[in-house]
C-alpha cells in the first residue's frame, strides 16, 4: 500500500467505491460539510470531545482517551480516534453516531477494525470490543467484538481504495437509496 489514506477514505469507499474514484482520482471534493445531518453529528461529536472530558461509559476501568490521532507505519494509513478508554492490557473503542438507524454494517465495521488497528500497533495493546452510541431520539448502545475477521475485512477495504487509485478507473456501484442524498450524485452515470 504505496498511498498513505485515511480511515475516512476506507469507509467512504465501504459506503460507495465511487467516492474514492471522484474525491481521489478526479480530485472532485466532496460537499458533505453543507449538509444538515453532517453538521448536527459534528455538533454532538464536539460536545463529547470538548465539554465531556471526563465522562466515561462504565464498562471498563481504564483512562478515557479522546482525538488520538494515529498512523500505522505497517499499513501506511492514518486515522483519528473519537474516544477510547485505555485500561492496563486492553482498549476499548467508543464511537458515537448521531442517527436513530442501529445497524452494524461494512462502513462502521471498516471504521473499527481500522481504528483497532492503529491503536493496537500504537499501543501494543489489544482491542477486541467497541462500543457503539446511537443517540438522536433514543439513546442506543451497542457492544461490536472487534474480531481478527472484522480487522481483516477492514485492510482489505483499505487495499481495495489504493487499488481503485492505482488503476484511475471508474469502479462499479448499483444506484440505490445512498444515491438519494449524495454529493455526487449529479456527476454519476
Ligand atoms: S450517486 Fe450513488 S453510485 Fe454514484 S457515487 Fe453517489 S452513492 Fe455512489
Excluded at 472532485?28 to 445531518?37: P, S
Excluded at 500497533?121 to 475477521?149: C, L, M, P, S
Amino acid at each position: 500500500m504505496s498511498n498513505c489514506l485515511s480511515v475516512t477514505n476506507a469507509v467512504e469507499h465501504a459506503f460507495c467505491p465511487r467516492f474514492t474514484y471522484f474525491q481521489l482520482v478526479l480530485g472532485i471534493e466532496q460537499r458533505e460539510g453543507k449538509r444538515g445531518t453532517v453538521q448536527s453529528g459534528r455538533a454532538y461529536h464536539n460536545r463529547h470531545s470538548t465539554t465531556n472530558k471526563t465522562y466515561k461509559i462504565k464498562r471498563l476501568d481504564g483512562i478515557k482517551r479522546i482525538e488520538l490521532i494515529l498512523y500505522s507505519k505497517k499499513y501506511s494509513f492514518s486515522g483519528k480516534i473519537d474516544e477510547a478508554i485505555e485500561a492496563e492490557d486492553q482498549i476499548l473503542l467508543i464511537e458515537r453516531k448521531y442517527t436513530d438507524y442501529v445497524v452494524i454494517g461494512s462502513t462502521l465495521k471498516t471504521q473499527l477494525g481500522l481504528l483497532a488497528i492503529l491503536a493496537e500497533e500504537n499501543t501494543g495493546k489489544k482491542v477486541n470490543q467497541a462500543i457503539v452510541v446511537f443517540d438522536k431520539t433514543e439513546r442506543v448502545e451497542v457492544i461490536v467484538n472487534v474480531t481478527k475477521e472484522i480487522k481483516q475485512k477492514a485492510l482489505l477495504m483499505l487495499k481495495k481504495t489504493n487499488h481503485t487509485i492505482s488503476t484511475g478507473s471508474m469502479p462499479h456501484s448499483s444506484h440505490d437509496n445512498r444515491c438519494l442524498n449524495c454529493c455526487y450524485r449529479k456527476i454519476c452515470p
